[in-house]
């Protein structure tokens, strides 16, 4: 119990609890404290992973909820400021598709290879997380003062995130697919029987 409930792994159950908060303060039209809340989500992102790192204190129950935290809070905020129409529906979509393409992948080359396939962020991936965190961003900063975000920035912001988005979404897809065909390989190169020697040759 000791070993779960360490630094890193209680600053991402923060984040899965900042989920519901920041819903809720949209909701009720308090941009600044859910700018607040969200900036303080993707800072203790950065410090559970810093302090992972230093400590070796990162559980297996830690890896898997540190990146589902972060995907369900960008995932609910994309969701809530389209249905504000503050975030472009086209941009939503790819966002929510990208991750739900990637979960049934892995669940579907699971039940293809009857084995798990490791899953290590690309720098593609993690650069439209990065615009992901961007565009919101701007998006609640651009809610609290209007004047200090210009709607160009934001629209420029928004392609590049779809773009990465969509570039990381390819790019996890053919991993996936040549990870598959690797698996198909190995057992029939294991398969095959040993070269004989031809008949009358002896060895030296």
């Not at 995932?75 to 790819?94: D, E």
């Amino acid at each position: 119990m000791l070993r779960v409930l360490n630094v890193p792994n209680f600053l991402t159950l923060l984040r899965i609890v900042a989920i519901p908060c920041s819903l809720i303060l949209l909701e009720d039209l308090r941009y600044r404290e859910a700018l607040a809340v969200f900036v303080a989500a993707g800072v203790t992102d950065g410090l559970d992973g810093a302090i992972a790192r230093l400590t070796h204190t990162k559980t297996t129950l830690g890896a898997f909820l540190d990146p589902a935290a972060d995907k369900a809070l960008l995932v609910s905020a994309f969701i809530a400021l389209g249905f504000m129409h503050v975030v472009p529906r086209w941009l939503v979509v790819i966002v929510i598709s990208r991750d739900v393409l990637i979960v049934l992948g892995y669940f579907l080359l699971f039940m293809l290879a009857q084995q798990t396939m490791e899953v290590r962020p690309s720098i593609a991936g993690k650069t439209s997380t990065a615009f992901q965190l961007l565009s919101v961003t701007l998006v609640l900063v651009a809610l609290v003062s209007p004047d200090m975000v210009a709607p160009p920035a934001r629209l420029l912001v928004f392609y590049v995130t779809g773009a990465l988005t969509t570039l990381a979404g390819l790019q996890y897809m053919y991993r996936g697919l040549a990870w598959l065909q690797r698996q198909g390989e190995a057992p029939a190169a294991a398969a095959e029987p040993p070269a004989r020697e031809a008949p009358g040759r002896r060895r030296a």
